[in-house]
Nanobody, 114 residues
């Protein structure tokens, strides 16, 4: 069974950095649609970054230049490097993969506050 396990969230001050990790097991890792999403309290879940099967990555406008989506095929792990964090980045972050259906990580809380 496909499982996605996230780590790396926490509390950080504005301007700080965090790196989220998502380890994928139970299926092949390469050539899959993968992405990072986030949901703030009382708001809809939104896409943060998404990579297609050709390796092309798309970022939402609010994080361009600050966040970087990468993956390590040998470790079957995807990452979201978040720099210059702002309070509006506060949300629960979810990793995502498509394996003939939608699979989600358990979510990790990112709080940006002074």
């Amino acid at each position: 069974q496909v499982q996605l396990v996230e780590s790396g969230g926490g509390l950080v001050q504005p301007g700080g950095s965090l790196r989220l990790s998502c380890a994928v097991s139970g299926s092949t890792f390469s050539n899959r649609h993968m992405g990072w999403y986030r949901q703030a309290p009382g708001k809809e879940r939104e896409v943060v970054a998404f990579i297609d099967t050709g390796g092309f990555t798309t970022y939402t406008d609010s994080v361009k230049g600050r966040f970087t989506f990468s993956r390590d095929n040998a470790k079957s792990t995807m990452y979201l490097q978040m720099n210059s964090l702002k309070p509006e980045d506060t949300a629960v972050y979810y990793c995502y993969c498509y394996y003939g259906g939608d699979y989600w990580g358990q979510g990790t809380q990112v709080t940006v506050s002074s």
